[in-house]
Protein backbone atom coordinates (compact mmCIF):
# COMPACT_ATOMS: atom_id res chain seq x y z
CA UNK A 1 0.00 0.00 0.00
CA UNK A 2 2.84 2.43 0.71
CA UNK A 3 4.40 1.71 -2.37
CA UNK A 4 1.12 2.26 -4.30
CA UNK A 5 0.37 5.75 -2.40
CA UNK A 6 4.57 6.58 -3.36
CA UNK A 7 4.14 6.05 -6.64
CA UNK A 8 0.62 7.99 -6.79
CA UNK A 9 2.39 10.84 -5.53
CA UNK A 10 5.50 10.29 -7.74
CA UNK A 11 3.29 10.57 -10.64
CA UNK A 12 1.09 13.44 -9.34
CA UNK A 13 4.55 15.28 -9.01
CA UNK A 14 5.53 14.30 -12.46
CA UNK A 15 1.84 15.83 -13.95
CA UNK A 16 2.75 18.86 -11.69
CA UNK A 17 6.41 19.10 -13.21
CA UNK A 18 4.73 18.69 -16.76
CA UNK A 19 2.02 21.09 -15.79
CA UNK A 20 4.30 23.71 -14.74
CA UNK A 21 6.80 23.57 -17.61
CA UNK A 22 3.67 24.10 -20.11
CA UNK A 23 2.62 27.29 -18.00
CA UNK A 24 6.14 28.47 -18.13
CA UNK A 25 6.12 27.95 -21.80
CA UNK A 26 3.14 29.66 -22.18
CA UNK A 27 4.27 32.67 -19.84
CA UNK A 28 7.42 32.82 -21.88
CA UNK A 29 5.69 33.23 -24.79
CA UNK A 30 3.19 35.59 -23.71
CA UNK A 31 6.53 37.78 -22.30
CA UNK A 32 7.90 38.02 -25.69
CA UNK A 33 5.07 38.79 -27.41
CA UNK A 34 4.20 41.99 -25.03
CA UNK A 35 7.95 42.64 -25.35
CA UNK A 36 7.75 42.70 -29.42
CA UNK A 37 4.38 44.94 -28.86
CA UNK A 38 6.43 47.55 -26.47
CA UNK A 39 9.00 47.53 -28.79
CA UNK A 40 6.80 48.24 -31.92
CA UNK A 41 4.64 51.09 -29.47
CA UNK A 42 7.96 52.51 -28.77
CA UNK A 43 9.00 52.51 -32.66
CA UNK A 44 5.44 54.05 -33.15
CA UNK A 45 5.66 57.06 -30.27
CA UNK A 46 8.88 57.99 -31.82
CA UNK A 47 7.68 58.54 -35.47
CA UNK A 48 4.73 60.36 -33.95
CA UNK A 49 7.25 62.64 -31.54
CA UNK A 50 9.36 63.15 -34.55
CA UNK A 51 6.45 63.98 -37.23
CA UNK A 52 5.21 66.24 -34.31
CA UNK A 53 8.47 68.13 -34.27
CA UNK A 54 8.67 68.43 -37.83
CA UNK A 55 5.20 70.15 -37.77
CA UNK A 56 6.45 72.20 -35.19
CA UNK A 57 8.79 73.46 -36.69
CA UNK A 58 6.90 73.93 -40.20
CA UNK A 59 4.10 75.92 -38.60
CA UNK A 60 6.88 77.96 -36.68
CA UNK A 61 8.91 78.56 -40.18
CA UNK A 62 5.33 79.15 -41.62
CA UNK A 63 5.05 81.70 -38.88
CA UNK A 64 7.92 83.47 -39.74
CA UNK A 65 7.57 83.70 -43.48
CA UNK A 66 4.72 85.01 -42.89
CA UNK A 67 5.45 87.94 -40.62
CA UNK A 68 8.32 88.90 -43.17
CA UNK A 69 5.68 89.00 -46.03
CA UNK A 70 2.95 90.71 -43.73
CA UNK A 71 6.11 93.47 -44.00
CA UNK A 72 7.28 93.34 -47.02
CA UNK A 73 3.17 94.27 -47.67
CA UNK A 74 2.86 97.07 -45.02
CA UNK A 75 6.80 98.42 -47.05
CA UNK A 76 4.82 98.79 -49.81
CA UNK A 77 1.58 99.88 -48.66
CA UNK A 78 4.25 102.64 -47.33
CA UNK A 79 6.19 103.27 -50.13
CA UNK A 80 2.78 103.25 -52.30
CA UNK A 81 0.84 106.15 -49.49
CA UNK A 82 4.15 108.35 -49.82
CA UNK A 83 4.84 108.53 -54.14
Do not use: F, P, W
Not at 9 to 34: F, M, P, V, W
Not at 60 to 67: F, P, R, S, T
Amino acid sequence: AKLECKSNLEAELELYKQHNQKLTAELDGKSRDIDTQNARYNRSLKKMQKLQSTIKKKQILDAEQHEAVLGDIKVSLLTVRYC
